[in-house]
């Protein structure tokens, strides 16, 4: 199986956000929040190019039943944070401090039907993003 398979993805989300700041668009004091969360699911879709491989050294050999150890849907989560935290500096300046993270749950991408190893169901999609910003405005 090759590392990426074809996926198609659907989900449904919230989102919400809280802030107390001096000026919206260009804020000097004050803080803002947000948090999003997407449930959905991943729907492993088959690749007629993969189906049609034929292996010389094994003809009887089906590529279609690789996706036999494959799970065709799975339950996906995504959490999200968006915060800000502004600090007035002097008459005209301003420190933000922020953090953006996010995380998908569960860590494996795939989960097998059955007990036969797959390269396909070792892969761990676990996409966990951390920054940390200064920005002197």
């Known amino acids: 199986m090759p590392p990426d398979l074809d996926l198609r993805q659907n989900g449904f989300g919230l989102e919400s956000g809280f802030n107390r700041l001096d000026y919206r ?45 494959v799970a065709g849907r799975n339950a996906r989560y995504r959490l999200e944070t968006n915060a800000q935290y502004f600090i007035p500096v002097m008459q005209r300046s301003t420190v933000k401090l922020g953090l953006r993270s996010g995380a998908v749950f569960p860590p494996n991408r795939f989960i097998t039907t059955n007990n036969t190893a797959s390269a396909a169901t070792n892969f761990c999609a676990v996409s966990t993003r951390k920054a940390f910003s200064l920005h002197v405005l």
């Open 25 to 69: 668009f260009n804020p000097r004091k004050g803080w803002s929040a947000v948090l999003k969360i997407v449930a959905g699911f991943n729907t492993v879709r088959r690749n007629s190019q993969i189906e049609n491989l034929r292996d010389p050294g094994d003809p009887a050999f089906e590529f279609s039943s690789l996706y036999d150890s």
